[in-house]
């Protein structure tokens, strides 16, 4: 962890209401997207309530063997310059097929446009990339780890 991030989390945990609650439920340092430009608006969408969901493929914890992210973990969140935004809290986790994202899920994710199809198509190519990384052949059934997060530093407004 870079030392601006640990400044963060330390300024977080002087923050909480309970610090050594905070500091068990760490998780990660997380970025949304695949380029600095997504990461940046990832942020921004998160930090102003509009994305509310996300999701990750389960294939590359499974790959890298990180453990995935479970209910009430604490992360915190990177702009495209490195740079800590806020904590979040997954405050409910699933893991689904592909083909088994809802309309609600899509909207909530709060990216690639306010339907299922619009979710469908811009995630299948963000993960079909992650795919041939893997050495995995994307599927309808692949499995995502499907997040609901919240902004709990700094306090949303």
């Not at 300024?11 to 760490?26: E, I, N, V």
């Not at 009430?72 to 689904?96: H, K, M, Q």
């Not at 909530?108 to 199809?117: F, S």
Request: aromatic share 10%.
């Amino acid at each position: 962890m870079s030392s601006v991030v640990q400044r963060f989390w330390t300024d977080f945990l002087r923050h909480a209401d309970d610090p050594k609650d905070a500091q068990a439920r760490w998780y990660d340092v997380a970025r949304v997207g695949n380029s600095d430009a997504s990461a940046d608006e990832g942020a921004r969408l998160i930090l102003s309530g509009h994305k509310t969901a996300t999701s990750s493929l389960l294939w590359k914890y499974e790959a890298s063997g990180e453990k995935p992210p479970a209910e009430g973990d604490l992360s915190i969140l990177l702009n495209g310059r490195g740079e800590p935004v806020c904590v979040f809290e997954t405050v409910s986790l699933a893991v689904r097929p592909f083909d088994q994202i809802d309309e609600q899920f899509a909207r909530d994710y709060g990216e690639w446009g306010p339907t299922l199809e619009t979710w469908r198509k811009a995630s299948w190519a963000y993960y079909a990339d992650e795919c041939r990384t893997l050495n995995r052949v994307p599927s309808l059934d692949m499995p995502l780890v499907c997040e609901r997060i919240r902004v709990v530093f700094p306090s949303a407004k």
